[in-house]
């Protein structure tokens, strides 16, 4: 199997741009959920299986533009325990909240691994560079589109690379979003900050969570944070 077993599913990725990694880990076991959750640009349909053994009496739709990507995400859905509460369907988030024909907020919680290199040199892997750069969802897009998307009480949760926090943070101010939790991530408790969870809503929180860990120890080990985030998924 090319792919990742993981303690109540496994992820086939072998037809997909974008790979199991740690930031979809970390982002489908850091996010806010719900009832009704909506993952933007799924790949394997990892961030979705794993929003839906966090949440159980969630109802969670999983949408990709890479027909491949969710002829694979179906399959380890099929294979889940999930099957009965996860939609994986092709689909184009820049048209989604038309498609979707209503004029009220559909998600309690949408979540995005998004594709995060804006301007920057591509392979010449087309299905890669789609998972990976923006010309196919941009920053501005996914907030546009979320705000619309979103329940009044619901929560857009994303993972970026540091270098883009001051793009993603004014793009979401410019839809109306407001920052609630920002967990600032290093690799080593030593090295600088390399990714960023953040926590978006439509109304102002009364305080903003913000905490920076680390993922492994001066000793090379999963730290207690990475490890307790974790404990659901990794078998070991």
Request: charged share 20%; net charge negative.
């Amino acid at each position: 199997m090319s792919g990742f077993s993981f303690k109540q599913f496994e992820v086939c990725h072998d037809r997909c741009g974008m790979k199991v990694g740690t930031d979809g880990c970390l982002l489908g076991a850091w996010a806010s959920g719900g009832s009704r959750i909506l993952d933007v640009g799924t790949g394997s349909g990892l961030i979705a299986l794993m929003m839906a053994q966090r949440f159980p009496g969630s109802r969670v739709t999983a949408i990709d533009i890479d027909a491949d990507a969710v002829s694979q995400a179906k399959e380890n859905v099929i294979n889940s325990p999930f099957a009965d509460r996860v939609d994986v369907i092709e689909a184009d988030f820049n048209n989604f909240f038309i498609e979707a024909n209503t004029e009220k907020p559909l998600y309690d919680a949408i979540v995005s691994n998004p594709p995060f290199f804006e301007n920057a040199l591509k392979t010449p892997d087309a299905q890669r560079n789609i998972a990976r750069h923006s010309d196919s969802l941009t920053y501005a897009s996914l907030m546009r589109n979320a705000y619309r998307l979103l329940s009044a009480e619901g929560t857009l949760t994303v993972v970026v690379p540091a270098d883009y926090e001051s793009v993603v943070m004014s793009e979401a101010a410019i839809a109306g979003f407001f920052l609630s939790q920002r967990t600032a991530i290093r690799t080593k408790e030593n090295k600088p900050i390399k990714r960023l969870l953040l926590a978006f809503t439509k109304s102002s929180p009364y305080e903003i969570e913000n905490i920076e860990c680390a993922l492994l120890s001066s000793d090379g080990m999963r730290s207690v944070w990475y490890q307790s985030l974790m404990s659901d998924f990794y078998l070991r």
